[in-house]
């Protein structure tokens, strides 16, 4: 029997999710993954774009104080009855029992963050879970393990109507990723929706009570606010309001959300390594324990792992030394005001965000230099403006999309190289 509500609403703009980079549902194939997997198919728009997958623990997991020898022939079973549970689930949920299924056995979180990654996800769907103590001792908080672990936006959808959120509420701390999460928001967002970039400011000395510095604070942090709300493409008839709080951060954005009634907490995480991945963030963590609504979050990785993926896959055109300096300049023709991401690759350090977000101003190479320089900023403007140049150049690549359209410019140099993506 097909689960239905009210009314099912869907996004205003849509995540463009496809078969190339779907949707991942994660469910335990249960009641309180309902929800989830229901959005799930809202936000994928269609099967094709969905994937669903279900992970469960090996039973050494379970008992890491006994292990305990296990047949494969029961681990076979095992994973034939999950498949069997998540697919009436899919059948009670979606109306679709013959949608694209997963099942393995492993560490969820892991397994499912490695999932997204082979599969160029564009968004994890999950349910909130539990978060009692007792779960939170024996390890099933398995969302924010996800967001700890996974390189892709992960949507915790709490329990009750599934439906796209009408009320968002943005942590905004002007990070690349509070801005990812309040592009990424809009996305998501019902249409009409009403979006909050709430800033919270700290509450000490200096700045009590918005007095003396204070004051400049305020100000400083109002204008930061409407200079990222501007530079949002919002939707007509959706609304994006500017909130400036102070006190603890993690009590002001959930007291905020339960005064505003708010779907959505959308917030951006700060891991740049991997234990800054397993320590989160206390607001973030808290934000995930505490909220009575859905929470979205973007990991620092999650726009650089989709460029680079969405990248290597597409065909790549090799310009020969002597067409270097016409083809940037084309290339600067055609792209300028797009936004992009760049990603050097080190030998020694490996895959490491550079920029991001920064709209293109030019790319240009130097014959006498023998030199890249690639300039972002606002065009025209009088804000910042970031260059970065490379010499020892040995070769320049344009990548397109199956369409031609130029998604990407490959720069080798030295014992590494540059990869400059472009968003759409």
């Given at each position: 029997m097909r ?12 995540i ?7 949707i ?8 309180q ?7 799930g ?8 774009s ?12 379970i ?11 029961f681990e076979?079973a ?9 697919r009436?689930?899919?059948?009670r949920?979606?109306?679709?029992d ?24 564009t968004?994890i769907?999950?349910?909130?879970g539990r978060?009692?103590?007792m779960d ?8 924010l393990r ?9 949507y ?8 796209s ?5 943005v ?14 928001s ?5 249409p009409h929706?009403?979006v ?5 400011a ?19 942090a109002?204008?930061?606010l409407?200079k ?7 939707p ?16 002001e ?17 700060h ?5 800054a991945?397993?320590?989160?963030g ?9 909220a ?6 973007v990991?620092?990785a999650a726009?650089m ?27 600067t023709n ?8 760049v990603?050097?690759?080190d030998?020694?350090?490996g ?6 977000d920064?709209?293109?101003?030019s ?10 320089e ?10 910042r403006h ?6 020892d ?6 990548l ?12 080798s ?5 540059t990869l ?5």
């Amino acid at each position: 029997m097909r689960t239905t509500n009210e009314a099912v609403i869907a996004p205003a703009q849509g995540i463009r999710a496809t078969r190339s980079s779907p949707i991942v549902v994660a469910t335990d194939g249960h009641d309180q993954s309902n929800s989830a997997m229901l959005l799930g198919q809202i936000l994928a728009t269609d099967r094709d774009s969905l994937r669903v997958i279900s992970v469960l623990p090996t039973l050494s997991t379970i008992t890491p104080e006994m292990p305990i020898a296990v047949s494969e022939e029961f681990e076979s079973a095992r994973l034939r009855g999950q498949t069997r549970v998540v697919r009436q689930q899919a059948e009670r949920v979606l109306g679709d029992d013959a949608i694209d299924v997963e099942v393995h056995l492993g560490d969820p979180a892991m397994r499912i963050a490695q999932f997204a990654r082979t599969t160029n996800a564009t968004l994890i769907v999950a349910g909130l879970g539990r978060h009692r103590v007792m779960d939170r001792l024996f390890g099933d908080e398995t969302a924010l393990r996800l967001i700890r672990v996974a390189g892709t936006p992960v949507y915790a959808v709490a329990n009750g109507p599934a439906r796209s959120p009408a009320r968002i509420v943005v942590a905004a701390d002007f990070s690349e990723t509070s801005l990812r999460a309040a592009r990424l928001s809009l996305e998501v967002a019902a249409p009409h929706a009403t979006v909050y970039l709430v800033h919270v400011a700290p509450r000490d000395a200096t700045l009590r009570d918005w007095s003396e510095f204070g004051r400049s604070y305020k100000e400083d942090a109002g204008g930061a606010l409407r200079k990222l709300r501007d530079s949002l493409r919002v939707p007509a008839g959706m609304v994006v309001q500017c909130v400036l709080l102070q006190g603890d951060p993690a009590t002001e954005l959930l007291a905020f959300a339960a005064s505003v009634n708010a779907d959505l907490i959308a917030s951006g995480s700060h891991g740049h390594g991997f234990v800054a991945r397993m320590l989160v963030g206390s607001v973030t963590t808290r934000i995930l324990r505490c909220a009575t609504c859905s929470v979205l979050c973007v990991p620092h990785a999650a726009a650089m792992t989709k460029a680079r993926v969405t990248a290597e896959r597409s065909a790549a055109i090799a310009l020969s030394r002597g067409q270097w300096v016409d083809a940037l300049a084309q290339f600067t023709n055609h792209n300028a005001g797009r936004r992009s991401a760049v990603e050097a690759d080190d030998p020694d350090l490996g895959a490491q965000s550079q920029d991001s977000d920064y709209p293109l101003i030019s790319a240009s190479y130097d014959d006498d230099s023998g030199r890249i320089e690639l300039v972002f900023g606002e065009i025209g403007g009088i804000g910042r403006h970031v260059s970065r140049r490379m010499g020892d150049v040995d070769s320049i690549e344009v990548l397109r999309d199956e369409n031609g359209e130029e998604i990407a410019l490959r720069m080798s140099h030295g014992a590494g190289q540059t990869l400059l993506t472009l968003a759409e």
